[in-house]
């Protein structure tokens, strides 16, 4: 039976409808009493809940913190960024937007590729986009050899702010996509 001709409510998947301007008649449930209205008293009680820590702005000091806890080691650019380094790769932590709000995490190798593998580049990071999750992937412009870097980048708005377990784990989740990003890159995306 084809998707537009079924209609919900019926045990066997749904009542075919009719065509040509006339409708099937609907069965009514006569007899059929409501269910009871559950009585407070007869609840069970809620069990106590621990409150959630406190949710704070997110500061460039708290995403430190955060990736001291992480055994993250960085350096504090003076530009308001922090900059972990991997055997094969970088990773910016930085706040952007007009408030920063906007928690950014961008990745890049350390290793670039040639002006002439550009199409190829282009179908490895687009692969990546289509089939991963948490970050998109995307070639940045020529550096000033010629050369075309490849990022990935995650980006969190956090106006509202976060508690520090939520920014702990984001930031772990950035940093283990990016290396994932750039393995592949070096495995199976065959790119660098």
């Not at 650019?77 to 995490?105: C, N, Q």
Request: charged fraction near 25%; hydrophobic fraction near 40%.
């Amino acid at each position: 039976m084809p998707w537009w001709s079924w209609r919900p409510g019926h045990a066997g998947g749904g009542e075919p409808e009719s065509r040509g301007g006339t409708s099937t008649d609907s069965k009514v449930r006569v007899g059929v009493t409501p269910p009871a209205q559950r009585e407070p008293e007869r609840l069970a009680p809620v069990p106590t809940v621990e409150l959630a820590p406190a949710v704070a702005p997110v500061t460039l000091r708290r995403v430190g913190d955060a990736l001291d806890m992480l055994d993250i080691r960085y350096l504090a650019d003076g530009d308001g960024s922090l900059l972990a380094m991997w055997e094969r790769h970088a990773v910016l932590f930085t706040l952007e937007g007009p408030e920063d709000e906007i928690l950014v995490m961008r990745a890049r190798p350390h290793s670039t590729v040639p002006p002439d593998w550009a199409d190829r580049a282009y179908r490895v990071v687009n692969e990546w986009n289509h089939t991963r999750r948490f970050c998109k992937a995307y070639v940045g412009d020529p550096t000033e050899r010629g050369q075309l870097p490849i990022y990935a980048e995650l980006q969190v708005p956090l106006g509202s702010g976060a508690h520090d377990a939520l920014l702990v784990e984001m930031l772990d989740c950035g940093a283990a996509v990016a290396t994932s990003f750039v393995d592949w890159l070096h495995d199976e995306g065959a790119l660098l």
